[in-house]
């Protein structure tokens, strides 16, 4: 298994911010119409900044391991930083080779948050 490999299980197996903030500025949901799976966003925002972000829904590997990586780069982050959040900066932190169909499932948070009020 290679290191990326090994990030992305972890991610998946024990993803960061994955809860619901009580107070949130904005939420979103994203879902992928080929399987179902479903993203919902919370994000707490202070003087244009993250000041806390977390994720709920049902997702494979790639989408949960996504989710938590993402959230996890977010943290703290300007709200300028939030709206640099493409397709080809997730697949970049993912570090992996992603095939068509994956794809869709890596950017599944991209498309939630770009839905964020912020
Ligand atoms: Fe559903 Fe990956 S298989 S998001």
Do not use: W
């Amino acid at each position: 298994m290679n290191i990326y490999t090994e990030i992305i299980l972890d991610h998946y197996q024990n993803p960061r911010n994955f809860g619901e903030i009580k107070n949130p500025t904005s939420v979103s949901e994203a879902s992928n119409s080929v399987c179902g799976d479903k993203l919902k966003i919370f994000i707490l925002v202070e003087n244009k900044k993250v000041k806390d972000i977390k994720f709920s829904g049902v997702g494979c590997a790639i989408s949960i391991a996504s989710a938590s990586l993402i959230t996890d780069y977010l943290k703290g982050k300007s709200i300028s930083q939030l709206k640099k959040i493409n397709k080809d900066f997730i697949i970049k932190m993912l570090g992996i080779n992603l095939g068509v169909n994956r794809i869709k499932c890596a950017v599944l948070v991209g498309e939630a948050i770009s839905k964020l009020k912020v």
